[in-house]
């Protein structure tokens, strides 16, 4: 027994899972698109042709699809990037700053440029 839902669909996006699907109503196109979607791949055919030549002897088709062991698509060493994680404006771990000096105490003077070395003939 199944759930019932309404949702809002793509016509024209289920007009195409239909037509590739085979089938004629729309429940039918959504059930074979997620049973499609969540089946496990069966690799028995491919698995069969190991040592036959035609496959690399480490080939593991199961490795396109495991994100977690992929390997960067890139030639070069990836970089360490130490940069601190900024904590969000007045949060409990980074209270706002108050000025450390009152408002009401004068500015300093400026500093004096140092005089500039005499040129050379």
Do not use: C
Not at 80 to 107: D, M
């Amino acid at each position: 027994m199944g759930t019932r839902t309404n949702i809002v669909l793509d016509d024209e996006l289920i007009g195409k899972a239909m037509a590739k699907a085979g089938v004629s109503t729309k429940k039918a196109a959504i059930d074979t698109a997620l049973r499609a979607y969540v089946r496990e791949p069966d690799w028995q055919g491919l698995l069969a042709l190991a040592g036959s030549g035609v496959l690399a002897d480490d080939y593991d088709p199961a490795a396109l699809f495991d994100h977690a062991r992929a390997r960067p698509m890139v030639s070069e060493p990836p970089t360490a990037y130490n940069a601190k994680r900024r904590l969000p404006v007045n949060s409990a771990a980074n209270p706002a700053k108050r000025p450390t000096q009152p408002a009401t105490q004068p500015a300093t003077q400026p500093a004096t440029k140092p005089a500039a070395a005499p040129r050379r003939k």
